[in-house]
């Protein structure tokens, strides 16, 4: 695109406000279904306790909370005891090239994952009714990393995921703070690879993002 003069700083312009546009756009289709999915969660936890009143009260804190580890993660996922689908279906928006699979045993919290990211169009995620011990290697990607939040400790969650762990280039990612990590001790076999700050919001700036995999 140029004027008629060729002036170069026109098509830079003109390039810079598609682009601008399009990143509008994004963000409101984002914010659409970010809202669509608060309604159907709220809907959906009526009858079948999907998440505590508290949460239920303060959903857009949770969300945010999610959101704040979406650049620390890959781009094949595991939300580990997923729930109600935190963090695992405000990633899965806000990052369509990622592929995320929620794993939940509770049979009616996997019907409201799948009865909701369907009504939402979510093509990149999966949605596996199972226990994370049984869940079978054809259910899986090669590669991916886990994911978890408000789960359990981290001896707890090591536990549960040690079989997926102890396959090559697996890592474990956890949601905690600085005083949890300090009070909970990593079983022996594995190590912390790194530990990110994560952005939260006031009574909780010791939020951290803890990566853990295979000792070796």
Known sequence: ????????????????L????????????????????????????????????SQENNLQEHIEDSLSIFDHTSDTLLDLGSGGGLPGIPIAISGPNKKVFLIESNSKKSSFLLNATNKMDLKNVTVINSRVEDLGLDQLPIKFEIIARAVGTVGHVVGLTRTLLDRPGIQLKLMKTELQLQ??????????????????????????????????
Do not use: C, M
């Open 1 to 16: 695109f140029k004027t008629a003069g060729g002036d170069p700083s026109s098509s830079l312009s003109f390039n810079g």
């Open 18 to 53: 598609l682009k601008e546009r399009k990143k509008a756009e994004s963000g409101l289709k984002n914010s659409t279904k970010i809202n669509q999915y608060i309604h159907l969660l709220q809907a959906w936890n009526k009858t079948h306790n999907l998440v505590s009143k």
């Open 183 to 216: 009070e909970e001790p990593l079983p022996a076999g594995y190590i912390i690879k790194k530990i990110y700050k994560i952005s939260s919001k006031e009574k909780d700036k010791d939020r951290i993002l803890v990566t853990i995999e295979k000792d070796g």
